[in-house]
């Protein structure tokens, strides 16, 4: 389904369909409301997300101030690195409207250590920014995300979550 682009809506652009699924958990949660947001095609590497985020969306988010994007990537144990990369890539205007987020290693050691599937992380994720929470934010696996999750949840929240 898509987003209705009159209305703030959130892409995420997943790296892979691990990640696709971790997404899809989170929009499937029953507080989020899954017709603002859209989880696309994995992209198929770290480096096809940024790819397709010059290409597709930011003249998306140059055209209409409503559109907000989450590039959900494996940061493969360089967190500062790579988010350093991504964010050099997103011009100072738009932002505060791209968010950079991802397990730090693979999501198949975010799943070893949650001991949960894709989708139930991704609904657990959904909780903990519904309920004010990071239990699961917190993990060792996800913590390198607070900066990014904090600017999510600001923009977001108010047309994400029921």
């Known amino acids: ?33 899954s017709r603002q947001v859209q989880v696309m095609e994995p992209a198929g590497g770290w480096s096809r997300v940024l790819e397709t985020f ?3 969306y930011l003249p998306l988010l140059q055209e209409n101030l409503q559109t907000y994007v ?31 987020i991802g397990p730090r290693e693979r999501p198949e050691a975010l799943r070893q250590a949650i001991n949960k599937g894709y989708e139930a992380i991704g609904s657990s994720l959904a909780a903990d920014c ?26 977001v929240k108010p047309f994400l979550f029921n």
């Open 130 to 155: 519904d309920n004010d929470r990071v239990e699961v934010w917190s993990h060792d696996h996800l913590q390198h995300n607070e900066v990014e999750r904090l600017g999510l949840i600001q923009a």
């Open 54 to 56: 010059k290409e597709e």
């Open 70 to 100: 989450v590039l959900l990537i494996d940061f493969d144990g360089n967190p500062d690195e790579r988010r350093e990369h991504f964010k050099s890539q997103i011009p100072d205007a738009i932002r505060n409207r791209v968010f950079v």
């Open 1 to 33: 389904m898509s987003v209705n682009k009159y209305k703030p809506h959130l892409y995420v652009i997943p790296e892979d369909d691990a990640d696709r699924q971790i997404a899809d958990g989170f929009v499937l949660h029953p507080s989020v409301a």
